[in-house]
Structure formats: structure tokens, C-alpha cells
């Protein structure tokens, strides 16, 4: 079974450019995380979809970002305009629902896509 | 709001020695409590999961436990191997499928 896969695994560019990062979740998986460290901070929550509705964006720092889920596949986080504050590792995770009682409830990370804001 | 405190921050140790890394939190109304190990430049891996109504869980040379009216958890790891160095990070959700809330992670340096 194929993990979380995250492209691109780095992205350099310039403050005001625009970048889009990409989420595979496991396949099957409702639920799909996108997760943010900075640099000598703990990750912190950003945005949740179950399926193709996002079910928390509490975390979403400004609306300079823009998650999507069309479909309920994969997800698209973009950041426009980029600023210098937004350099850091973006995780995505994914987890299975609740299936006739059975906790499913670890969720699955994908290897981050390190972003440096020039 | 949760918040999850690891203690220490950073951790050497010689091969073989067995170590425990310590995982507090705020808020005890929680649903299940997760450590991961993230390897420089990788992502998380999910190493033991235990939910609230267990106290421990082993996996290996791991050893996880949990005591959710102290708000503490602890990470057991067994004759440590070089191998073993990584950031190990405790995470907490506060409900099912909910966003974790994660510790900055004890970084365990295992000298050969």
C-alpha cells in the first residue's frame, strides 16, 4: 500500500511568488491533514478535510493560503503571496473514518515538502 | 487550548543504555496519544498509538505508557542502538480524527 506522498519535497522561491503544494493521502483515506513546522517550533495544525469538505481550517495562518480537495483525493495547499514567514516543512497526513467501531485514528504523514521563502 | 511539553530537548547516550523520554499535557480530555520518530530531512513515522483507555503499549524494544489523569506519557526505548537517533515526537489529539497537537520532539543523539 502506497504511503502519503507530498511533492514537491523542496521549493525555493522569492518573497510575492506563488507555490503550490501538492498531497497524495493513502487511497480510501476521508481524512486528509495539512500540518506546518517552522523553523525551532513544533508542528502546528493547519487545515482538516474529511473528503472534499474541509471540516477545520482554525489553523490557516492568513488567506494568503488556499487548501483545496476537489474530489476528495488529493489536495493542493497555495500560497499567494509568499512571504519570508511562511519558509518552513508542510506535512499533509491522511486517516482512515471509523469503520463499525474500529479505531483507526493514527494518521499517516507524508515526508513534508520544505519551502524557503528568499 | 492543549499544549504538550517534551522534556529534554535533546538526549545523548551510549549504545546499549536503555532511556525514557517524558511527554506532558494540558489537558487530559484526550482520545488517544501518539509518538512519532522523524529522521533529519524525513517525515513522521508512527511508532506506538495508545488510546486513552490503555496504559501502555509495546512495540519492540518500545515501550509507551500513558497516564491521562497526570497528563504525563512516557517513551521506553530499550538497549538503545545507533540506529535509534532520530527526533521522537508525542502528539495529542482531542477527539477522534481531530488535528494533533504536537511537542517540539526530543532529539536522542545513540553514540556508537
Known amino acids: 500500500e502506497a504511503g502519503v506522498t507530498q511533492f514537491p519535497s523542496h521549493s525555493v522561491i522569492e518573497k510575492g511568488q506563488t507555490v503550490t503544494l501538492r498531497c497524495d493521502p493513502i487511497s480510501g483515506h476521508d481524512n486528509l491533514y495539512w500540518y506546518r513546522r517552522v523553523m525551532g517550533k513544533e508542528i502546528k495544525f493547519l487545515l482538516h478535510f474529511v473528503k472534499e469538505s474541509k471540516q477545520d481550517e482554525s489553523g490557516m495562518p492568513n488567506n494568503r493560503f488556499l487548501a483545496e480537495r476537489t474530489g476528495g483525493t488529493y489536495s493542493t495547499l497555495k500560497v499567494q503571496p509568499a512571504e519570508l514567514e511562511d519558509s518552513g516543512v508542510y506535512f499533509c497526513?491522511?486517516?482512515?473514518?471509523?469503520?463499525?467501531?474500529?479505531?483507526?485514528?493514527?494518521?499517516?504523514f507524508g515526508p513534508g515538502t520544505r519551502l524557503t521563502v528568499l | 487550548k492543549q499544549e504538550v511539553t517534551q522534556i529534554p530537548a535533546a538526549l545523548s547516550v551510549p549504545e546499549g543504555e536503555n532511556l525514557v523520554l517524558n511527554c506532558s499535557f494540558t489537558?487530559?480530555?484526550?482520545?488517544?496519544l501518539q509518538w512519532f520518530r522523524q529522521d533529519p530531512g524525513k517525515g513522521l513515522t508512527s511508532l506506538l498509538l495508545?488510546?486513552?483507555?490503555?496504559r501502555e503499549q509495546t512495540s519492540g524494544r518500545l515501550n509507551a505508557s500513558l497516564d491521562k489523569s497526570s497528563g504525563r506519557s512516557t517513551l521506553y526505548i530499550a538497549a538503545s542502538q545507533p540506529g535509534d537517533s532520530a527526533t521522537y515526537l508525542c502528539a495529542v489529539p482531542n477527539s477522534g480524527n481531530t488535528p494533533l497537537v504536537f511537542g517540539k520532539g526530543t532529539r536522542l543523539s545513540v553514540i556508537a
Open positions: 489537558d487530559s480530555a484526550i482520545y488517544n
Open positions: 497526513a491522511s486517516s482512515p473514518r471509523k469503520f463499525r467501531g474500529f479505531n483507526t485514528d493514527t494518521q499517516y
Open positions: 495508545i488510546q486513552s483507555s490503555q
